[in-house]
């Protein structure tokens, strides 16, 4: 194979069309220009993080089919050599990703893919009663009366979650009876679609939750070090590889990756979340696209997440069966404390000063909130629970303040 990628703007560009610019998308963005990409970043607000980077940008709500649809045929009409759309976030009009496809446009992994993935039901479904993985015990509800009657049969506490979300949005724990009516409201205000069937899972007393950044390219399948991490409210807060795991759980790790993304098909990186009870792995959930815990392969590998997925898209050669470490890491988030309109950060010296290998990537949202998600710290180290402890500490000194 003699893979051509051509000037970006010209008739012989490969272009991607990137559904989703946050700071993943960016991450992205970026592999894709070093390689002679021409990028195209879209999300439903302006001067979202990829599209300092990208060619070209468009603004809208992707869960608008004929918005969607319109904006594609516009990029499908202005010549190139490749067209290649990359969803980066779950709420997408996934049935006007199948008609494009339909067309010959490629989709990431597929359009199928993105489909079941963007629906827990749907996922779910697929992984434990089609391929008989192990889950945790879960019912779905459409009302908050069938809600207060799943939590009373799998037992509390259990865990809400709407089918549509992300980063934890809209996901809670109900720990008595009086917090069933709480849980469903917040599912349906904060989740991707309001209005909709919540899963209700039994909460699950596991020693570890791990991601397994699965690689789908040309010459097979392959797995990055397992991650570890820690969670808030269903949102990550920092990440460490390699995480310490037996080589059977390993093995059970990696023969339920390639399972479920097996069934997906198509190229690129998943990132397959799974608990860790003793010798038992469960799946929990799993992405097609790059996983936010895995921003720490910035620095614990020479290719990470986003050069990998761009490789396996392209159809680049991938290191087949598992993908090298360049040193043991980890990443911690800063998060913002205020809203605040363009913020400037402070701290940042100091942060890079708490250890040598330490490097920060601030991914220049418009805006700051409580809680947002606004750069990371990444920091080498001897082992995962040294660079663990630096990350942590160097993060906590940066703050987002007013300019």
Known sequence: MNLRIGTPGSPRATRLVLLGSGELGREVAIEAVRL???????????????????????????????????????????????????????????????????????????????????DRE???????????????????CENVDELRAAANELGLP??????MSSSGKGQSTIKTVDDVDAAWTYAQEAGRVGGTRVICE??????????MLTVRHAAGTSFCAPIGHRQESGDYRESWQPAPVDQAVLDRCHEIAQKITDELGGHGIFGVELFVAGDEVLFSEVSPRPHDTGMV???????????????????????SGEIPLRSPAASAVVLGDDDLDAPAYDGIDNALSVH????????????S???????????????????????????????????
């Open 297 to 319: 392969t910035m620095a614990s590998q020479d290719l990470s997440e986003f050069a990998l997925h761009v490789h396996a898209i392209l159809g680049l050669p991938v290191q």
């Open 202 to 211: 039994a909460f699950v007393d596991f020693d570890y939750e791990i991601t």
């Open 36 to 118: 002679g990409c021409e990028v195209v970043a879209c999300d439903r607000y302006d001067d979202a993080p990829a599209m300092a980077i990208a060619h070209r940008r468009h603004v809208l709500k992707m869960t608008d089919a004929e918005a969607l649809r319109s904006m594609l045929e516009a990029e499908r009409d202005i010549p190139c050599e490749r067209l290649i759309v990359v969803p980066e976030i779950e709420a997408i009009a996934t049935d006007v990703l199948a008609d494009f496809e339909e067309l010959g446009v490629k989709v990431v992994p597929t359009a199928r893919a993105a489909r079941l993935t963007m």
């Open 356 to 367: 040598r290998d330490t490097e920060l990537r601030i991914f220049a949202k418009p805006s």
């Open 158 to 163: 259990c865990v809400v979650k709407p089918l």
């Open 122 to 140: 749907e996922i779910r479904r697929l992984a434990a009663e089609q391929l008989g993985l192990a889950t945790s015990p879960y019912k779905f």
């Open 369 to 403: 909130s409580k809680g947002r998600r606004l750069a990371v710290v990444l920091t080498r180290a001897d082992d995962a629970e040294a660079a663990r402890t630096h990350a942590f500490a160097a993060a906590m000194r940066i703050r987002a303040v007013p300019q």
